[in-house]
């Protein structure tokens, strides 16, 4: 089934350690997200990339960064976890020359202790 | 920044009418509107692009006003299955990514 797979599902990891989310996309699209939502505050936007090679900064992305060494893998790293990056963080991708439907995976909960 | 969706919660009997709100305070080039059930993720039901277009889903229907940089969300004759939580997503201009800013959501609760 086409679509955005994530992992892991879920993680409990100490402050201080270092994490990669990772997120693959099946359906060549050229653009791919990271969101983090937190409860009130909705879904913002930590990193984008419009194509592979090329990433930007969205509205929170300190403490992430982020590689797009190709048009399928758009993974998540938190060098140095802290317990305030405790969040549902949603990978999502999108046709931007097409439909410009965002399409999201389903999401990684993790809890930094 | 964020747009602002109002209500921020509203609970609904079957068959009922409801209005979500999203506004900006920047020029606006779309409007996307998503609903998510809990505990799952964000599913699209539709995009309203410059123009002051109206778009319908089945009961589900969108306006998109520019020079106000409102869009609204009309849920006519609500089913159980509409409760969740609805988001507008906006795109300030288009760009090589249609990255979006979304609002806090509107909880949708709908009674039998």
């Known amino acids: 089934i086409a679509g955005i797979t994530q992992a892991p599902t879920s993680q409990i990891l100490a402050a201080g350690r270092r994490m990669t989310l990772r997120c693959t996309q099946d359906?060549?699209?050229?653009?791919m997200y990271w969101y983090r939502q937190d409860l009130g505050l909705g879904l913002r936007l930590i990193h984008y990339?419009?194509?592979?090679?090329?990433?930007g900064k969205g509205e929170v992305p300190d403490g992430y960064s982020v590689s797009r060494a190709n048009t399928d893998d758009f993974p998540l790293t938190l060098a140095s976890a802290v317990p305030s990056q405790t969040s549902v963080y949603f990978c999502?991708?999108?046709?931007?020359?097409?439909?410009?439907?965002?399409?999201f995976g389903n999401g990684t909960r993790l809890t930094v202790t | 920044q964020q747009p602002v969706q109002s209500p921020q919660a509203v609970i609904l009997r079957e068959g009922e009418d409801a209005v979500i709100n999203c506004s900006s305070s920047?020029?606006?080039?779309?409007v996307h509107w998503y609903r998510q059930k809990h505990g799952e993720a964000p599913v699209f039901l539709m995009i309203?692009?410059?123009?002051?277009e109206q778009k319908g889903h089945e009961k589900i229907s969108a306006s998109f006003n520019e020079k106000k940089q409102q869009s609204s969300l009309y849920l006519t004759a609500s089913q159980l299955s509409y409760s969740g939580t609805y988001f507008c997503g906006t795109e300030s201009t288009r760009g090589a990514t249609n990255k979006l800013i979304f609002g806090t959501g509107t909880l949708l609760a709908v009674q039998p």
């Open positions: 999502a991708s999108s046709d931007s020359s097409r439909d410009r439907i965002i399409h």
């Open positions: 359906m060549r699209h050229n653009a």
């Open positions: 920047k020029a606006l080039y779309s």
């Open positions: 990339s419009n194509t592979a090679g090329t990433t």
């Open positions: 309203l692009l410059k123009g002051g």
